[in-house]
């Protein structure tokens, strides 16, 4: 195992009907922004709930934050929170709500540059403060509501960012909040869980226990209770262990002393912001063609994989990775997701324009490794079509 560190501040507030709770973890003198998206939050009734929940406190509301959340909409809540004063954000809505008001959370308390917090990659921000916040999670896939990352959109390409200073003080992860998703939204969630998952786990083996038999169970789990909640919008028991699952895919817990990869994130980003393709949807496109072609680099965690999670016994370990990323494929096909690229509209041309935009974004080591380069990227795209 490798040497870490592991700190998580967010205090988790797990179950139905726990909104009142709102009253003892923000400040009662705190001025709030609520941060929303386009119009679920609303029309569902979540907003009118977490105003109840703030009792008589000071509240601005700040709507409108979309999918894959833009530079320029959040520079607008920016201006809001300086000029109101707010002292504390909350967050209500999925990961692109999240991620917003997590930048927020560190503009706001910046005179200018705001769009340099953008370019730090995966290495933390330097900034030295933010305004506190707090998530209502009203889906259940990012991870978002419980870890110190962001991803915003800026000049059409999407921009990870980090810091220690956005994770949330609280997150409410209430099943109640999720029945409305759309179907789609729940299997998009599903697959980002579950690629998260691989990202951190399907590397390359350094006998870390606890980190992969974790990462084993919360797949297992999404395997079997990601279909049902999809199937059934009334399995409240399948989608409690679902919406666990995702915050547990990405909380930090079984990143921690491991290798990890993270490029079918970065292909798949790259597909959401030229394509429009829901995040979660483009993880499942790529994680079955980049398996199969990093199989080598991969090969003890795959056999691994297969035997523990595929429950695989039989057969050449070869064979039974090629079983496994069959069955993984085949996971995503079930909840309805295609995974080819021409499905989408994506064609040669596509395929070039995608590679370049990674090399443009320094996006040519990726992986592991860093030996994942940009022909790789294009055989990796050739063979999803
Ligand atoms: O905008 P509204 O009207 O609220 O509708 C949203 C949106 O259209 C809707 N929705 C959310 N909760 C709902 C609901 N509809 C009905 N009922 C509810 N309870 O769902 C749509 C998608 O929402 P979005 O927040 O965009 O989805 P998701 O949670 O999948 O977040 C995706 C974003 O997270 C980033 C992605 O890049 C993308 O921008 N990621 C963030 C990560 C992180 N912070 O660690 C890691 C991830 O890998 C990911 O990159
Ligand atoms: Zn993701």
């Not at 084993?216 to 999809?230: Q, R």
């Not at 919008?233 to 919406?243: H, L, S, V």
């Not at 930090?252 to 490029?263: N, T, Y």
């Not at 393709?277 to 199989?295: M, V």
Request: proline fraction near 4%; include cysteine; charge should be negative.
């Amino acid at each position: 195992m490798l040497d870490f560190d592991y700190y998580n501040p967010t205090h988790i507030v797990f179950g139905q009907n726990r909104l009142a709770e709102l009253d003892k973890l923000i400040p009662s003198d705190a001025k709030v922004m609520i941060t929303f998206g386009g119009q679920s939050a609303k029309k569902f009734g979540t907003i009118d709930k977490v105003r109840e929940g703030l009792q008589s406190r000071s509240v601005v509301e700040f709507g409108g934050i979309e999918p894959n959340p833009r530079y320029e909409t959040l520079m607008r809540a920016v201006e809001i929170a300086q000029k109101e004063g707010v002292d504390f954000l909350l967050a209500v809505g999925g990961g692109s709500v999240m991620d917003g008001t997590k930048f927020i959370a560190l503009a706001a308390k910046k005179d200018s540059e705001h769009h340099n917090l953008l370019f730090h990659g995966f290495t933390p921000v330097p900034e030295k403060e933010a305004l506190p916040l707090g998530c209502v999670a009203t889906l259940p896939a990012t991870g978002s509501e419980m870890n110190m990352a962001g991803v915003i959109t800026y000049n059409e390409q999407k921009y990870p960012f980090m810091s220690p200073l956005v994770y949330p003080t609280f997150s409410f992860l209430d099943p109640d909040f999720t029945f409305t998703l759309p179907k789609e939204q729940i299997a998009n969630g599903v697959a980002d869980a579950f690629v998260h998952v691989i990202e951190q786990y399907l590397t390359v083996p350094v006998n870390a226990k606890i980190q992969d038999r974790f990462a084993e169970g919360v797949l297992k789990t999404l395997i079997e209770d990601g279909p049902v909640t999809y199937r059934d919008n009334d399995n409240i028991e399948a989608r409690k262990n679902f919406i666990w699952s995702a915050t547990s895919a990405l909380n930090g817990v079984i990143g921690v002393g491991v290798p990890q990869d993270w490029s079918t994130h970065m292909i798949g980003h790259e597909m959401t912001a030229m394509y429009g393709i829901a995040h979660g949807r483009t993880l499942a496109i790529i994680l079955p063609h980049l398996l199969r072609e990093r199989k080598a680099k991969k090969y003890e965690k795959l056999v691994q994989f297969a035997e523990r999670v595929w429950a695989i016994t039989d057969g050449t370990d070869d064979e039974k990775i090629n079983m496994a990323i069959d069955k993984t494929e085949a996971f995503f096909n079930s909840l309805d997701i295609v995974t080819n690229i021409t499905h989408y509209g994506i064609d040669d041309n596509g395929i070039e324009t995608i590679v370049n935009n990674m090399e443009k974004m320094g996006l040519t080591a990726l992986s592991e490794s860093g030996d994942l380069t940009l022909d790789i990227v294009k055989k990796i795209l050739i063979a999803a079509k």
